[in-house]
């Protein structure tokens, strides 16, 4: 008997597996279940978008004291046209990205490959801006600043990136 039936046969892992065994395609099975580790992403996905929400919400309340920090100047506009249009840019910019989290999220849970690896790719590039705001602005990560969305970023890409949700998002793949 091999190793590797030897195994499948036991249900357990080893501790340290050869790299071969790791990189190694799922096989074609369309008929397997949604395993929890992607609605678990998927769940996380969306509760970053309610983060998300209630950032805007208080950025927008919060608006005229970051507007008197940095300055905003928009040709065509007085200051306070300026601050005004200033936020409506930003809401909207970030209302998009909210929405895109929301399909990418929905199309997880259908099942799609692609809109896994968009989701761990921002959630990559999101905790590397994370680091590099505290390396270099000495920016403290606290509940208010960024601690909420990374540790959502990290558990999003532990979910997503596990074997069972890699493998339910290629279950139709044929080699």
Do not use: H, Q
């Not at 007085?78 to 809401?91: K, P, Y």
């Amino acid at each position: 008997m091999t190793d590797a039936a030897k195994r499948a046969a036991s249900g357990k892992r080893p501790a340290y597996e050869p790299a071969r065994e790791l990189l190694r395609r799922p096989g074609y099975r369309p008929e397997m279940t949604r395993p929890p580790t992607t609605v678990a992403g998927a769940v996380l996905v969306f509760l970053r978008v309610v983060v998300g929400v209630l950032w805007l919400g208080e950025l927008a309340l919060n608006w005229n004291v970051v507007a008197t920090e940095t300055s905003i100047d928009l040709e065509g506009f007085t200051s306070d046209e300026a601050v005004g249009v200033g936020l409506w840019i930003v809401v909207g910019i970030a209302s998009v990205i909210l929405v895109l989290d929301i399909v990418l999220g929905v199309l997880i849970l259908r099942g799609l490959n692609w809109p896994r690896v968009v989701v761990m790719l921002f959630a990559v590039i999101s905790i590397c801006s994370a680091f590099t705001a505290w390396w270099l602005d000495d920016l403290e990560i606290t509940l208010t600043t960024s601690l909420l969305t990374t540790a959502l970023d990290t558990l999003i890409l532990l979910a997503l990136s596990s074997r069972s949700a890699a493998a339910y998002a290629r279950r139709n793949e044929r080699r």
